[in-house]
């Protein structure tokens, strides 16, 4: 390698460093290095093609995932991305994000897992040892202190050393002790130096922690040649353009850069490329439906159950209502969306599963979203062929055809390519099935035009604002036309817009139906005269997503009252939440039941059946507090640039427990359907816990045994407690089995002085079903 490398003119090995396309590398056969392909997860493997007519398994989201605290059922579902992942030719998977829920207003915490150091590192080791078992190459992100929206590309993170340690640092040093072999590097900067060139890169990742793996950039997140080249950054991402393409070869000519320093950077990327080329070795899997179900219960958490309404018996008429009941909101929004070939909303299961039994009737009551709706088959057929669907066509600058695609949905992210395209092309004869004033909406970049049945409505230039990738490729900006439309009188909508060179392409045509102003009383009307009403609510892609973080936990909408509304005519309502970060439910102690299905993927209507009709328990606990009143968005908004992260190591339930406030919901908190009772725990030496407990309900279950550590008489700043380690078991009714939980040194050790130490003498035991559900105790030796 090292001969071969000797003689590669410098030029050769930039173009080897910075990528060849949006999602592919480039190769070198002289030195065994074909291109490497690159995806987006963590929900599905999307491969190179942003298309919906590309189908991918959508699993539920992470914070889902770490609600499970399962991590054999996470490995396997790590293995089911790998075996897509190869379907699809990809060799690296942008997943897990690894970064923790240090506020709950993130917008991006349903791409993350916890706000618990411990349990996103279990759970985030499992999710990269089930992919790279396929020879995927799983991607540890975003390195580091990535966790809030605001201003991500530019914020400086201040944080403490031993903040750093303990808590954001220590999942990726799980990652890497696991062996994950890719590394990315976040936009943002900490402590100063922006992360491409910050030397937390050297140390701990490469240096300490002896990282062997790649380091890839966050996408456009290399703005510097000399600096970020000096750096241990090795690929720059994405290409063809970058700043190392730019001007990198100039400076190592100019000796600003050594050229060792791209020579490491090309030996890790050759073995990256080996890592990936071999053979898999993980065990061939069944039913990837049924999986992605089980994984919907398993992290279906039950908040509350009075009365014992849940499991569900003898029902002949179910209401199911909200606006998330029948258009499930199964993913989140950003980067990480996928298109799987269907999916399962909980009318959809729940009529499944009470066919011939019961009757299943819904309105969805309110509208939540005030973003236009991507036309789609249901509403909108090719204009030429009148199949369900869009004809899109990519243009030269006469306006001649180069290409056309027959396309599912409005929102395109990706249009085809073609050589000399200048126009992107959307037509659709849209069908109204309501009379009134319609809202009809094209976004895009550049100059855009729509015309409805001939006549311009809008024609104007939409300038891009926003260097986000988020937003640039994702959500461009639209411009909305309110046109009255008669019903089942179809309309031509032809939209336009320009390309400019490597502009984003991204384009959505949206046509809104008058808001039905009786959606609401139809909903209580239903919930009255059924023998049990489910009330779907939730966020959207608005109020939580990539890019942005939120203003309030608020449900958005009128949600609150709809829930209030049909709780005062059946007493017999459960609440399904289906958000991927915490909300407010300011009716939680109003309704009999609550659940949280989180964002739960394809399958999500399937797995909420089978948790309300008792034909599986909601295994899921809690993944991070949740609060219960709105949280300030000062701790996520940079000052001057900068964003302090002030509460040091008291995030989460360790704040909550510092201030000795109470939360709505405690991190840890899950019920299941049935009741346990914890007896004893034993401390043997080598940090062992052995807890004994019993199954004191009336089904078989599974319970989270959480073992947490306190030191009330510690000579150092400390939490008030900590989670150190977990351990599930399964009971029948009347069983008593035992956990054991064995606690890794580094629980009992803080970082002082530049390494990592412990302090003399005992620590508390704390053994609960919660942080703040502590059941019995004991002392270390």
């Not at 970049?445 to 409805?452: H, K, R």
């Not at 049935?674 to 816990?689: D, K, P, Q």
Request: charged share 25%; hydrophobic share 40%; with cysteine.
């Amino acid at each position: 390698m090292d001969d071969d490398l000797a003689g590669l003119p410098i030029e050769r090995k930039v173009r080897l460093l910075t990528g060849k396309t949006m999602w592919r590398t480039n190769a070198d056969p002289a030195l065994g290095l074909r291109e490497l392909v690159m995806s987006d997860g963590p929900i599905g493997v999307r491969g190179e093609r942003w298309d919906e007519r590309d189908h991918s398994l959508a699993l539920p989201s992470p914070s889902a995932l770490a609600a499970t605290w399962d991590e054999e059922l996470v490995q396997r579902l790590g293995a089911v991305l790998a075996a897509q992942a190869r379907r699809k030719g990809v060799d690296v998977l942008l997943a897990p994000t690894i970064n923790l829920h240090r506020s709950p207003v993130t917008g991006r915490h349903f791409e993350c897992f916890s706000e618990d150091p411990v349990l996103t590192a279990r759970i985030g080791v499992a999710f990269i040892k089930g992919v790279q078992s396929g020879g995927v190459a799983a991607t540890a992100k975003h390195y580091v202190a990535n966790d809030s929206e605001t201003d991500r590309m530019t914020l400086d993170a201040r944080v403490d050393e031993r903040v750093l340690r303990e808590l954001y640092l220590a999942p990726f040093e799980a990652a890497v002790e696991a062996g994950a072999w890719v590394v990315m590097a976040a936009y943002n900067a900490v402590n100063g130096t922006t992360m491409t060139e910050n030397p937390l890169l050297a140390e701990p990742l490469k240096g300490e922690w002896g990282f062997d793996g790649v380091v890839v950039s966050d996408w456009g997140a290399v703005r510097s040649v000399a600096a970020s080249a000096n750096a241990p950054q090795d690929l720059v991402m994405p290409g063809p353009r970058s700043h190392w393409n730019l001007g990198l070869a100039e400076a190592v000519r100019g000796g600003a850069v050594p050229e060792s320093a791209l020579d490491e950077k090309i030996r890790r990327l050759v073995r990256l490329a080996a890592r990936v080329s071999g053979p898999s070795s993980s065990e061939p899997h069944g039913d990837d439906r049924a999986l992605l179900r089980e994984a919907v219960t398993a992290s279906t958490v039950l908040l509350r159950n009075e009365g014992g309404l849940l499991p569900l018996s003898t029902v002949e008429r179910v209401a199911v209502v909200g606006p998330n009941a029948a258009s499930v909101r199964f993913q989140g929004g950003g980067s990480a969306e996928v298109y799987p070939a269907a999916v399962v909303s909980p009318v959809d299961g729940l009529r499944a599963a009470l066919e011939g039994v019961a009757d299943v009737v819904h309105s969805p009551g309110v509208r939540t979203t005030t973003k236009p709706t991507p036309l789609h088959r249901d509403n909108a057929t090719h204009p030429v062929t009148g199949e369900p669907g869009v004809l899109v066509r990519i243009l030269d600058a006469d306006g001649a055809e180069l290409l056309s695609e027959h396309r599912f949905t409005g929102r395109l992210p990706e249009p085809g390519r073609a050589e000399g395209e200048r126009i992107v092309e959307l037509q659709a004869v849209l069908h109204p099935e309501v009379s009134g004033d319609w809202k009809l909406s094209f976004g895009a970049w550049g100059p855009v035009s729509l015309v409805v049945d001939g006549k311009t409505v809008i024609d104007e230039v939409i300038e891009v604002d926003t260097d986000d990738p988020a937003t640039l490729y994702l959500d461009p900006r639209w411009r909305t036309v309110t046109v009255a439309l008669e019903a089942d009188r179809p309309v031509l909508l032809v939209a336009r817009r320009q390309l400019a060179p490597d502009s984003p392409r991204a384009s959505v045509l949206s046509a809104d139906a008058p808001r039905d102003d009786d959606a609401f009383a139809k909903a209580v009307e239903l919930a009255r005269t059924s023998d049990v009403a489910v009330v779907v609510v939730g966020t959207t892609d608005e109020s939580e997503s990539e890019g942005s973080d939120r203003a309030t936990l608020a449900l958005p909408g009128r949600q609150d009252e709809l829930v209030r509304a049909v709780s005062a005519v059946n007493p017999r309502t459960v609440v399904v939440v289906n958000s991927g970060a915490p909300v407010l439910m300011p009716w939680r102690d109003e309704v009999p039941a609550v659940l949280l299905s989180w964002l739960p993927g394809q399958e999500g209507g399937a797995g909420l059946a089978d948790v309300l009709l008792g034909a599986a328990e909601p295994g899921g606990r809690l993944p991070t507090t949740w609060p219960a009143e709105d949280v300030s968005a000062a701790s996520v908004t940079p000052v001057d640039g900068r964003l302090e992260y002030s509460e040091g190591l008291d995030i989460g339930h360790r704040g909550w427990l510092r201030s000795g406030e109470q939360p709505a919901y405690w991190f840890g908190h899950g019920l299941g359907y049935t009741t346990w009772e914890y007896s004893e725990v034993l401390v043997e030496h080598g940090n062992r816990v052995r807890v004994r407990l019993s199954n004191s309900g009336l089904r078989a279950g599974r319970e989270v045994v959480q073992v947490y550590l306190s030191r009330p008489t510690s000579e150092i700043e400390r939490p008030v407690l900590w989670l150190a380690g977990f351990a599930a078991v399964t009971a029948a009714p009347g069983e008593t089995v035992e956990a054991v939980v064995d606690l890794p040194e580094r629980a009992f050790e803080h970082w002082a002085e530049g390494g990592w130490r412990r302090e003399a003498g005992p620590f508390d035991i704390l053994v609960g079903r919660c942080a703040g559900d502590i059941r019995v105790r004991s002392q270390s030796w």
